[in-house]
């Protein structure tokens, strides 16, 4: 079981390095992301940062989830860039790496993204909205170095959370 | 023309607000501008009234005083907030140490930005800030230079940005 990294950590604060998506480390990273995500209740995206791994990858999968209107399922994206993003909203949202507080955070409510497949190395193109694109966006930022905090609306836009979920 | 600063302080437990406002209205205060929160267990309140003096808001607070309620009320002369400048955001972020607070606002003083709300957290190891700034025109590029800075010495993420008002 990989634990996951918490703030304050150097590793979430940094910019990860793009990846090669057909290396065989990648794959396993991939792997261990979709793992780490599943093992953790409520837990709908993962990026390497969040497991102590600088590099441009991450999870996402919000089957399911009652916010959600497109669903991709699950998938793994390496050196993922947003393309297109529009319809800007508002939102609450909380993160594994920052356990205690939750934040509302402005994030397009429809986007373009381009990214490679782990394995393959295929180069696909994700158009999502709601909160699936809310989750692909959060861990984007993760790969940017970026956490929600950095992306608040306010002093008075920060939470404390007592049950993580 | 006047008007009442009051802050009240004391452990959380239900009611405080109830009471206070209903002591503040038996003497005819007139709350107007405020803000309540809990922070760590203690509820605070910091209020604006009018139309009472401060003998009066004073002795009806005091009666609340049984249960660790602490009310300060003093009177203050009537003055508008001033809105200068362009409204900014900044959050920092990182491993709790002495100073933070001092080192950044310091920081937004020198470069003329106002200070009109902060919130901080402490969560475990991390600490927290979030500002928002009214800053001069023009002086935004400088801050977030000197904004680095301070967080490269303090060891914690800095983050300037515009803050977007939502206008519905």
């Given amino acids: 079981m990989i634990t996951v990294v918490t703030a304050p950590a150097a590793v979430l604060s940094t910019v990860a390095e793009e990846v090669d998506p057909t290396g065989p480390e990648i794959v396993r990273l991939a792997a261990d992301l979709v793992e780490t995500m599943r093992a953790a209740p409520g837990c709908v995206g993962l ?57 509302d955070v402005k994030r397009a409510g429809r986007i373009v993204v381009e990214g490679l497949r782990p394995g393959t190395g295929e180069a696909i193109t994700l158009v999502t909205d709601a909160f699936e694109a809310r989750a692909v966006q959060h861990e984007i930022d993760h790969c940017a170095g970026r956490l929600f905090l950095d992306r608040v609306a306010g002093a008075h836009a920060i939470f404390p959370r007592k049950v993580y979920l | 023309m006047h008007e009442l600063a009051i802050t009240v302080i004391g452990p959380d437990r239900t009611g405080i607000v109830a009471d206070v406002a209903e002591a503040l209205a038996a003497v ?25 003096s401060v003998d009066e808001v004073e002795r009806a607070l005091s009666a609340l005083g049984d249960d660790g309620l602490l009310a300060t009320v003093r009177q203050v002369e009537v003055t508008a907030d001033s809105t200068s400048g362009e409204p900014y955001l900044v959050s920092v972020h990182g491993a709790d140490r002495l100073g933070i607070v001092a080192a950044v606002t310091r920081v937004v003083a020198a470069a003329d930005g106002n200070i009109t709300d902060l919130t901080t957290r402490l969560s475990g190891p991390l600490y927290l800030l979030v500002a928002e700034v009214d800053l001069p ?10 904004l680095a800075v301070a967080g490269a010495e303090l060891g914690v993420e800095v983050n300037l940005r515009p803050a977007e008002p939502e206008l519905l």
Avoid: Y
């Avoid at chain 1, 991709?72 to 205690?100: Q, T, Y």
């Avoid at chain 2, 005819?28 to 009472?52: E, V, Y």
């Fill in chain 2, 28 to 52: 005819g205060a007139n709350l107007t501008d405020s803000t309540m929160t809990r922070l760590r267990g203690h509820f605070t309140m910091t209020l604006i009234c009018t139309g009472a």
């Fill in chain 1, 47 to 103: 990026a390497a940062p969040q497991i102590g791994v600088s590099a441009q990858v991450f999870c996402v999968d919000v089957t399911g989830h009652p916010k959600a209107v497109t669903t991709h399922g699950a998938f793994v994206l390496c050196n993922a860039k947003i393309v297109e993003a529009s319809r800007w909203r508002p939102g609450r949202e909380g993160c594994m790496s920052v356990p205690d507080l939750t934040g």
């Fill in chain 2, 137 to 146: 025109p023009g002086r935004a590029g400088e801050l977030a230079e000197r």
